[in-house]
């Protein structure tokens, strides 16, 4: 049992600054200020007491800050002993925010960052990522750590389930600035979770091959017209993005599907078949693919296949011979 | 280059081990940590500490290849996990969680095993590499394992050595009777690449020297130009690279040179990011695989392929060049062959190995004249 006195606490009192055991990130919800306007507050937040006779929130800001935002003077607070250490506040800080509700995951980084101050990594990551819904790893870990290095901005859009954590993880090894253009980008336009993550990744290669940076790469003449164009709606425009970004990154691969592209269509193959090539024309096998109504149609189609087969230009189609110049190829 | 763990760590029941009394002498004065018993992943570690442990494994294995590629059918002595020398590229990095180097002291039972395996197995030829899951020399001069390794394989009928390194640790192998059954191999890259991908390892000079005292000690040697790397000036890079490579060795005692460009698993891009920032090696554009590791666009490595022969074979057309995990439409491209034309690329490797057919006939069997390479 916490030990605690109930006292009337001028909010002029609060040490405000102290936010050594705050972990809440995120504005104030509108119906915790109707609530505490309608009914008054029914849970009292926990403070403790300072040397400077100012009191530190311990549990209950988003409480005390609704009531300072109606305009309260004072209220009923529970006080811990100014002797309390400041783990035993900060576990309890935790513990009463995480049965109460689900943390985001800024929230979470702040736990996991405050509470390292005073515990090994290891009895960190048993005790704590469980009880933060996370799976006990030390990669996730330092994944969540990183996010402090985060700006308000992304942190705001993180906290308020704008911007998945996985982009974010992502995020938090680019600089703001690049930060943000990647924000505005999926802000933008809708793009799903694992579309945003290979655009972040795909984005982060073009810039090392390029000596560019991100935000310089996501700016571009091309990315920026097809991003401001009114033509289409969000989705295909999406998708034009994506598409524009992997044949940047992409040279030699791209240049092989239009050459086959283009040779296919010289080719000039019976109507209903088409020759398809390995994956990423990885490897010995290409499908022919034939559709037909009647066993006659499918006669016909295999034997103008069969005649086009010993072609040059069909032995073409199928030989790697590269489009793209020798000083292309690295960095 | 030499390697000097900060500490060792060794597990008490393998204390009176040769390996272990002669690692105490090599590295006399660092600091000792006895231990009960090491366990398998250890992921908190530093990569600086030694370990030696008892492997309760299998010493002998075959090389993890893919039905998707042709593999050489190599087979693995596995004296040891971890390679200290801090390549980008490595697989190992991505491959054991443990980045501690980690020796294997009971020697005795690794010996039996493989004498074991020599015996017992049905196949005619046994090419047997220690350089799998760690350098095979790297430690030589502290673990002496040559010593043994090299004169057993000298009274064997049916097997050869490969000792692969990036290093030039040789020294040991001076003196040993080695009946012509061990291969000291080398992985070479343009001396641009060495310094900025392979960390701590030997030079393109200090390699080549050491492969020169070994041809002159009678080795056989090989090349292996894997991970083959495109970066800007890749043509000039590898053309100095062979250059070098037969001014310093007589091409006549080369077994083999195999080629393979870079690939790994896409879980290693990750560990590469974070172990080596300033890396350019993952600039390139990558697919998968048939075998589901990234691999260059098959039209480039065709493209280097073909130029690394043509530059080998301008210098000696007897050589035996083979494609390391490459499909057959690729041999065909690059090398105009496929190995299963050939009776596979594990025949050509074991008839290689033992030195049963002649070069000059070998390569007109291929099929190759001066007109068709140059």
């Given at each position: 049992?916490?030990?605690?006195?109930?006292?009337?606490?001028?909010?002029?009192?609060?040490?405000?600054?102290?936010?050594?055991?705050?972990?809440?990130?995120?504005?104030?919800?509108?119906?915790?200020?109707?609530?505490?306007?309608?009914?008054?507050?029914?849970?009292?937040?926990?403070?403790?007491?300072?040397?400077?006779?100012?009191?530190?929130?311990?549990?209950?800001?988003?409480?005390?800050?609704?009531?300072?935002?109606?305009?309260?003077?004072?209220?009923?607070?529970?006080?811990?002993?100014?002797?309390?250490?400041?783990?035993?506040?900060?576990?309890?800080?935790?513990y009463?925010?995480?049965?109460?509700?689900?943390?985001?995951?800024?929230?979470?980084?702040?736990?996991?960052?405050?509470?390292?101050?005073?515990?090994?990594?290891?009895?960190?990551?048993?005790?704590?990522?469980?009880?933060?819904?996370?799976?006990?790893?030390?990669?996730?870990?330092?994944?969540?750590?990183?996010?402090?290095d985060?700006?308000?901005?992304?942190?705001?859009?993180?906290?308020?389930?704008?911007?998945?954590?996985?982009i974010?993880f992502?995020?938090?090894?680019?600089?703001?600035?690049?930060?943000?253009?990647y924000?505005?980008?999926?802000?933008?336009?809708?793009?799903?979770?694992?579309?945003?993550?290979e655009?972040?990744?795909?984005?982060?290669?073009?810039?090392?091959?390029?000596?560019?940076?991100?935000?310089?790469?996501?700016?571009?003449?091309?990315?920026?017209?097809?991003?401001?164009?009114?033509k289409?709606?969000?989705?295909q425009?999406?998708?034009?993005?994506r598409?524009?970004?992997?044949?940047?990154?992409?040279?030699?691969?791209?240049?092989?599907?239009?050459?086959?592209?283009?040779?296919?269509?010289?080719?000039?193959?019976?109507?209903?078949?088409?020759?398809?090539?390995?994956?990423?024309?990885?490897?010995?096998?290409?499908?022919?693919?034939?559709?037909?109504?009647?066993?006659?149609?499918?006669?016909?189609?295999?034997?103008?296949v069969?005649?086009?087969?010993?072609?040059?230009?069909?032995?073409?189609?199928?030989?790697?011979?590269?489009?793209?110049?020798?000083?292309?190829?690295?960095? | 280059?030499?390697?000097?763990?900060?500490?060792?760590?060794?597990?008490?029941?393998?204390?009176?081990?040769?390996?272990?009394?002669?690692?105490l002498?090599?590295?006399?004065?660092?600091?000792?940590?006895?231990?009960?018993?090491?366990?398998?992943?250890?992921?908190?570690?530093?990569?600086k500490?030694?370990?030696?442990?008892?492997?309760?494994?299998?010493?002998?294995?075959?090389?993890?290849?893919?039905?998707?590629?042709?593999?050489?059918?190599?087979?693995?002595?596995?004296?040891?996990?971890?390679?200290?020398?801090?390549?980008?590229?490595?697989?190992?990095?991505?491959?054991?969680?443990?980045?501690?180097?980690?020796?294997?002291?009971?020697?005795?039972?690794?010996?039996q095993?493989?004498?074991?395996?020599?015996?017992?197995?049905?196949?005619?030829?046994?090419?047997?590499?220690?350089?799998?899951?760690?350098?095979?020399?790297?430690?030589?001069?502290?673990?002496?394992?040559?010593?043994?390794?090299?004169?057993?394989f000298?009274?064997?009928?049916?097997?050869?050595?490969?000792?692969?390194?990036?290093?030039?640790?040789?020294?040991?192998?001076?003196k040993?009777?080695?009946?012509?059954?061990?291969?000291?191999?080398?992985?070479?890259?343009?001396?641009?690449?060495?310094?900025?991908?392979?960390?701590?390892?030997?030079?393109?000079?200090?390699?080549?020297?050491?492969?020169?005292?070994?041809?002159?000690?009678?080795?056989?040697?090989?090349f292996?130009?894997?991970?083959?790397?495109?970066?800007?000036?890749?043509?000039?890079?590898?053309?100095?690279?062979v250059?070098?490579?037969?001014?310093?060795?007589?091409?006549?005692?080369?077994?083999?040179?195999?080629?393979?460009?870079?690939?790994?698993?896409p879980?290693?891009?990750?560990?590469?990011?974070?172990?080596?920032?300033?890396t350019?090696?993952?600039?390139?554009?990558?697919?998968?695989?048939?075998?589901?590791?990234?691999?260059?666009?098959?039209?480039?490595?065709?493209?280097?392929?073909?130029?690394?022969?043509?530059?080998?074979?301008?210098?000696?057309?007897?050589?035996?060049?083979?494609?390391?995990?490459?499909?057959?439409?690729?041999?065909?491209?690059?090398?105009?062959?496929?190995?299963?034309e050939?009776?596979?690329?594990?025949?050509?490797?074991?008839?290689?190995?033992?030195?049963?057919?002649?070069?000059?006939?070998?390569?007109?069997?291929l099929?190759?004249?001066?007109?068709?390479?140059?």
């Open positions: 049992m916490v030990e605690t006195e109930s006292c009337s606490i001028q909010l002029s009192k609060v040490d405000w600054d102290d936010t050594s055991c705050l972990i809440t990130y995120g504005p104030l919800p509108d119906k915790l200020l109707l609530s505490i306007q309608t009914v008054g507050l029914i849970e009292p937040p926990l403070l403790q007491g300072k040397q400077s006779g100012l009191f530190r929130i311990v549990c209950g800001s988003r409480r005390l800050a609704a009531c300072k935002k109606i305009g309260l003077d004072s209220l009923t607070c529970r006080v811990l002993p100014n002797s309390t250490e400041h783990q035993r506040c900060l576990r309890l800080a935790i009463d925010n995480v049965a109460q509700r689900t943390l985001n995951p800024v929230e979470k980084s702040l736990v996991l960052a405050k509470m390292a101050a005073y515990i090994k990594e290891p009895q960190l990551i048993d005790e704590f990522m469980p009880l933060l819904d996370l799976e006990p790893s030390i990669t996730l870990f330092n994944r969540y750590l990183g996010l402090s985060l700006g308000e901005v992304i942190l705001d859009s993180l906290a308020a389930g704008i911007l998945n954590e996985r974010a992502a995020l938090a090894r680019q600089k703001e600035a690049d930060r943000l253009a924000l505005r980008l999926f802000q933008e336009l809708p793009f799903s979770v694992s579309v945003q993550e655009i972040v990744e795909t984005v982060e290669e073009i810039a090392r091959k390029e000596n560019l940076t991100p935000k310089q790469v996501l700016t571009s003449k091309e990315l920026r017209a097809l991003r401001q164009t009114a289409g709606p969000p989705r425009r999406a998708q034009e993005v598409k524009h970004l992997q044949v940047r990154r992409n040279p030699r691969l791209t240049a092989r599907r239009e050459r086959f592209a283009r040779e296919a269509r010289a080719l000039a193959l019976p109507s209903g078949v088409r020759l398809l090539p390995p994956p990423y024309f990885e490897g010995p096998k290409w499908i022919l693919e034939c559709a037909f109504e009647r066993a006659e149609e499918l006669a016909n189609q295999l034997r103008r069969a005649q086009m087969a010993d072609l040059p230009e069909f032995q073409q189609i199928m030989e790697g011979k590269s489009d793209i110049s020798p000083r292309e190829v690295g960095n | 280059m030499t390697y000097h763990p900060e500490k060792l760590v060794i597990e008490e029941e393998i204390a009176g081990s040769p390996l272990v009394r002669n690692i002498a090599g590295l006399h004065g660092t600091p000792v940590q006895w231990v009960d018993r090491l366990s398998e992943d250890r992921k908190i570690e530093t990569g500490a030694l370990e030696i442990v008892k492997f309760k494994g299998r010493f002998v294995k075959t090389c993890p290849g893919t039905r998707s590629y042709n593999c050489c059918g190599y087979q693995i002595l596995n004296f040891g996990n971890q390679c200290s020398l801090g390549c980008s590229y490595c697989i190992l990095q991505a491959y054991f969680p443990n980045p501690n180097l980690r020796l294997f002291a009971n020697i005795d039972e690794m010996m095993e493989l004498g074991e395996h020599l015996r017992n197995s049905p196949k005619a030829v046994h090419r047997i590499g220690t350089g799998e899951f760690t350098d095979s020399l790297l430690l030589d001069h502290l673990t002496r394992l040559s010593e043994l390794l090299v004169p057993f000298a009274k064997q009928a049916n097997a050869v050595l490969e000792l692969k390194t990036k290093t030039a640790q040789v020294d040991l192998l001076e040993l009777d080695h009946g012509g059954r061990t291969i000291v191999a080398w992985s070479l890259n343009p001396s641009e690449v060495i310094n900025r991908e392979e960390g701590a390892a030997s030079s393109l000079r200090e390699r080549l020297e050491a492969a020169r005292r070994c041809q002159e000690w009678g080795y056989r040697l090989a292996h130009f894997d991970p083959l790397l495109a970066y800007p000036k890749w043509r000039e890079g590898y053309g100095e690279v250059d070098r490579l037969f001014a310093a060795v007589d091409p006549d005692g080369i077994a083999w040179i195999s080629l393979g460009t870079l690939r790994f698993m879980s290693l891009k990750a560990a590469i990011r974070q172990n080596h920032p300033r350019t090696i993952l600039n390139e554009e990558f697919v998968p695989g048939l075998d589901g590791k990234l691999r260059y666009f098959r039209d480039l490595r065709v493209e280097m392929y073909t130029h690394l022969k043509n530059l080998l074979f301008e210098v000696g057309q007897d050589l035996c060049i083979y494609l390391c995990m490459e499909s057959n439409d690729v041999w065909r491209e690059a090398l105009g062959f496929t190995p299963i050939k009776g596979g690329l594990p025949a050509i490797l074991d008839k290689q190995a033992l030195g049963i057919i002649d070069c000059r006939s070998r390569i007109a069997d099929g190759f004249r001066n007109n068709d390479i140059r």
